[in-house]
């Protein structure tokens, strides 16, 4: 590996036009990624991957009347001091604030380059050349940072609603669901069998942990989100099993009140609150009406709580 201060001011020019293409592939990919959710972004990163060949056309056509047609490959990663790239380009689906902030990195990165080799090059050609193209990529470094400040049109907004659904609702309303619902069940028929509220709350807590951490690895390895867009699987399995935990611990809670007779009415409170809420995230998010959506609900969570309070009782 070679550091900066060794390199001659043709590897200077060499290094500059790899990574002007390496840049160049990366907006292209940037572009590609985004196109289905946020086309307008991705547009706009067209325009900088087009900008940066322009760029590299420069240096060649300015290398080539210095040194000849014979360009080395010398990489960014052959040089001490450049900055580790993550290959967030390859990730699906795109994250548009991941993306703004890789490609604001990049072009500051390349700016100080710029500057640098240019303090350093003695040709006057190659020293106005480089600093033309420090001032360029400060600007590009300026376009990067306003691209998630751009409007979102309908179609875009509508894409990163459909997103924001697949990606946090449907497994976090799974888990709230699966957590405020399947643990009234053993918690109930605890509390009636023991009619002890330490022993209904260890009771709840178990139920509910090993609920969210059930769920969390079903949704994670129900599929790799590659073809149904439905993001990472272990963010999705993070949300429902937290989402699950939490639905399980609501009902749990007031059990850590000593008298249970008092502990179950609070408890009883606490589910009608837990499935009002999903009754209001289904129809706000889900678009299932108000009636529906409170009677599907309730019916479910009545149906368990009644099996609760059945086994408890035997």
């Not at 900055?83 to 990730?91: F, G, I, K, N, S």
């Not at 990049?106 to 033309?132: K, N, P």
Request: negative net charge; glycine residues 10%.
């Amino acid at each position: 590996m070679k550091t900066f201060d060794s390199l001659t001011e043709q590897e200077i020019l060499a290094l500059a036009i790899s990574l002007e293409e390496e840049d160049a592939r990366v907006y292209e990919d940037f572009a590609a990624g985004l196109q289905e959710n946020y086309p307008e972004q991705a547009e706009k990163f067209r325009i900088m991957r087009r900008e940066e060949d322009v760029h590299r056309h420069r240096l060649l056509e300015h290398y080539k009347a210095r040194f000849g047609d014979h360009v080395p490959l010398i990489r960014r990663q052959d040089v001490r001091g450049f900055v580790d790239r993550r290959p967030v380009w390859l990730v699906r689906p795109l994250g548009l604030k991941t993306v703004q902030k890789t490609a604001e990195s990049m072009e500051l990165e390349t700016e100080r380059f710029y500057e640098v080799a240019g303090r350093r090059a003695t040709d006057t050609g190659i020293r106005q050349l480089l600093g033309d193209l420090a001032e360029e990529e400060r600007n590009h470094a300026h376009t990067a940072e306003c691209i998630t400040l751009t409007k979102l049109n309908e179609d875009e907004k509508s894409q990163q609603k459909r997103l924001f659904l697949l990606q946090v609702i449907q497994p976090g309303l799974a888990g709230l669901m699966d957590g405020s619902v399947s643990t009234l069940a053993p918690l109930f028929a605890a509390a009636f069998a023991t009619k002890n509220s330490w022993d209904t709350f260890l009771i709840g807590m178990a139920a509910g942990v090993g609920a969210g951490i059930s769920m969390g690895f079903a949704e994670a390895l129900s599929d790799d989100g590659s073809l149904t867009g439905r993001g990472h699987p272990w963010a999705r399995g993070f949300v429902c099993g937290l989402m699950t935990t939490l639905g399980g611990l609501g009902h749990t809670l007031p059990y850590l009140i000593p008298n249970y007779k008092t502990a179950t009415a609070i408890a009883v409170g606490v589910v009608l609150v837990e499935l009002g809420i999903i009754s209001w995230v289904r129809h706000k998010y889900m678009d299932t009406p108000w009636a529906p959506a409170l009677f599907q609900v309730a019916l479910g969570g009545a149906l368990v709580f009644l099996a609760g309070i059945l086994i408890g009782n035997s």
